[in-house]
């Protein structure tokens, strides 16, 4: 076992080389927790554990007011607790990006690619925000790609068509995405998690690190357009990246569910384990 540059306190050492903010924080600890055990949990739980990571009470209320107010969440106040929700619509976008986050460290296959047509005129830039949002790469002046490894899509803007070549799109790709700031935060995550390997730790500690893991982690997998190889740069780090988070996310995952199990409540008590989200999410993580 390589020694551990950390003698203690890994989670201090993490937040001071990935500060966190409290409205990503509580998105984070919504979906690696609390969406797949019914997405419902009792604010004294989220201020608990957002704590754990140095965010302040009054911080975890203002998130969750905006998160509120943005449609995120929808709260309900029984006696003197109040309960958050996650609406429909979140519960959708967290499915799609969970199918991102905690997907095997090897991609799909690709089957072709999503070129989208944009439209003209003053629909243009909205249309842009939005494949942008799901990781399209934008070639100028109309025109935006991604692979299709069979992922689920919304309803696209635009005017999308299928191609099954990738041959003459090489010289497109190079700017479409920023590969160099991707590629700049895998190693940034590479470096600061990879001194948590075969480390052990308590369930209250494990359960921080986990978010914590996901939370940078989510940034990349959201932002990484998985292209085939030969369109990358030669040393591209993607697939150490999504090794190690496989590796880490497995390895925390017994501690952080014990501190789930007996920290984490909703209206009705404890959190129900959901056993079977887990074991599928380990096995994908596995592959």
Do not use: N
Request: glycine share 8%.
């Amino acid at each position: 076992m390589t020694p551990s540059p950390w003698p203690d306190a890994p989670l201090a050492v993490l937040l001071g080389s990935f500060p966190v903010s409290a409205g990503p924080f509580v998105v984070t600890l919504y979906g690696d927790v609390v969406a797949p055990r019914g997405g419902e949990v009792w604010m004294g739980t989220l201020i608990a554990t957002c704590a754990v990571v140095g965010i302040a009470e009054s911080r975890v209320r203002t998130a969750v007011s905006r998160l509120v107010a943005a449609g995120r969440i929808a709260g309900e106040k029984l006696g003197r607790r109040s309960y958050y929700r996650l609406t429909p619509d979140a519960e959708r976008e967290f499915a799609q990006a969970a199918a991102l986050i905690y997907a095997p460290a090897d991609p799909p296959p690709l089957r072709a690619w999503h070129l989208v047509a944009l439209p003209a005129g003053p629909d243009r830039d909205a249309a842009a925000r939005t494949l942008t949002r799901l990781r399209f790469g934008l070639v100028p002046p109309q025109l935006a790609l991604l692979p299709d490894r069979g992922q689920a899509l919304p309803v696209l803007p635009g005017a999308p068509f299928l191609a099954t070549t990738e041959a003459d799109l090489a010289p497109l790709v190079a700017d479409a995405w920023p590969l160099a700031a991707i590629a700049a935060a895998m190693r940034r995550f590479l470096d600061g998690f990879a001194p948590l390997e075969g480390r052990r730790f308590e369930p209250a500690e494990a359960l921080g690190l986990r978010l914590m893991l996901v939370h940078v982690f989510r940034d990349i997998a959201l932002r990484d357009p998985l292209l085939p190889s030969a369109l990358l740069p030669r040393d591209w780090p993607g697939p150490q990246a999504r090794g190690l988070f496989a590796r880490l996310y497995r390895a925390l995952s017994p501690g952080a569910e014990s501190a789930v199990d007996r920290g984490f409540m909703d209206r009705d008590g404890m959190l129900d384990t959901d056993g079977d989200t887990l074991r599928r999410r380990l096995r994908r993580l596995g592959r």
